[in-house]
């Protein structure tokens, strides 16, 4: 038990506790985690248990700890705001971790960065280069050659077709298809179901099938 892996998850709504799931089913095929708990802002879960889990404190917690031992993932959907929790854990002296669920395919030529969440029935296939922060969810893949920037969200059922970049902080919606080849800026929304079929500028939203595009104020 000593060498188990000392998880904390940073966020404990609804993406935090399928984290739990996919953190359980990779113990299941190799015991390396121990989940000790979650971190969350809001003060009135604090002390209660989710999925089984205590929720320990809020960021602060980490002030009034020792946390060289400590592995962190953050389990907050918003690109922003994950970055922002991943630059304040940076001067706590955390440790970040990947989770991968055992039910992903990927090829040997994937890259993939530090706290990441990779979850079940995603399909990552060859010279990919996924950052740090970024979350895959359910059923999505990504094809050859490809760039995932830091903090980008990629919602279920996303398909996203070969020499795509993604920039960072970017949020894709569920069930969106994209074009080979195109360029979808940092800092951009995309809703649910759009299919996206060109270059899409920093700062934007998009939506629709076509996906069309509107900048974000």
Same mark, same amino acid.
């Given at each position: 038990?000593?060498?188990?892996? #000392?998880?904390?998850? !940073? +966020?404990? $709504?609804?993406?935090?506790?399928?984290? *739990?799931?996919?953190?359980? =089913?990779? %113990?299941?095929?190799?015991?390396?985690?121990?989940?000790?708990?979650?971190?969350?802002?809001?003060?009135?879960?604090?002390?209660?248990?989710?999925?089984?889990?205590?929720?320990?404190?809020?960021?602060?917690?980490?002030?009034?700890?020792?946390?060289?031992?400590?592995?962190?993932?953050?389990?907050?959907?918003?690109?922003?705001?994950?970055?922002?929790?991943?630059?304040?854990?940076?001067?706590?002296?955390?440790?970040?971790?990947?989770?991968?669920?055992?039910?992903?395919?990927?090829? #040997?030529?994937?890259? !993939? +960065?530090? $706290?990441?969440?990779?979850?079940?029935? *995603?399909?990552?296939?060859? =010279?990919? %280069?996924?950052?740090?922060?970024?979350?895959?969810?359910?059923?999505?893949?990504?094809?050859?050659?490809?760039?995932?920037?830091?903090?980008?969200?990629?919602?279920?059922?996303?398909?996203?077709?070969?020499?795509?970049?993604?920039?960072?902080?970017?949020?894709?919606?569920?069930?969106?298809?994209?074009?080979?080849?195109?360029?979808?800026?940092?800092?951009?929304?995309?809703?649910?179901?759009?299919?996206?079929?060109?270059?899409?500028?920093?700062?934007?939203?998009?939506?629709?099938?076509?996906?069309?595009?509107?900048?974000?104020?």
């Amino acid at each position: 038990m000593n060498n188990l892996k #000392k998880i904390i998850i !940073v +966020g404990a $709504g609804g993406f935090g506790r399928e984290v *739990v799931w996919t953190i359980q =089913d990779c %113990n299941k095929i190799s015991k390396t985690y121990s989940i000790e708990g979650f971190i969350d802002e809001n003060k009135s879960l604090i002390g209660k248990k989710i999925s089984g889990i205590p929720v320990l404190g809020n960021l602060d917690w980490f002030k009034n700890n020792n946390n060289s031992d400590i592995f962190c993932v953050i389990s907050i959907s918003d690109g922003k705001a994950r970055e922002r929790v991943a630059n304040f854990l940076k001067t706590q002296n955390v440790q970040f971790v990947t989770i991968i669920h055992p039910s992903v395919i990927q090829s #040997k030529s994937v890259t !993939v +960065g530090t $706290g990441c969440v990779i979850q079940a029935g *995603v399909v990552l296939t060859v =010279d990919l %280069n996924i950052g740090d922060h970024v979350h895959i969810n359910f059923h999505s893949s990504i094809a050859h050659d490809c760039i995932i920037d830091d903090f980008v969200t990629i919602s279920p059922g996303t398909k996203i077709n070969g020499n795509t970049l993604v920039g960072r902080r970017t949020d894709i919606g569920t069930g969106v298809v994209m074009k080979q080849g195109i360029k979808i800026g940092k800092d951009v929304i995309v809703g649910a179901g759009s299919v996206l079929i060109k270059d899409i500028p920093d700062d934007s939203f998009c939506v629709g099938v076509p996906g069309q595009i509107k900048k974000l104020n």
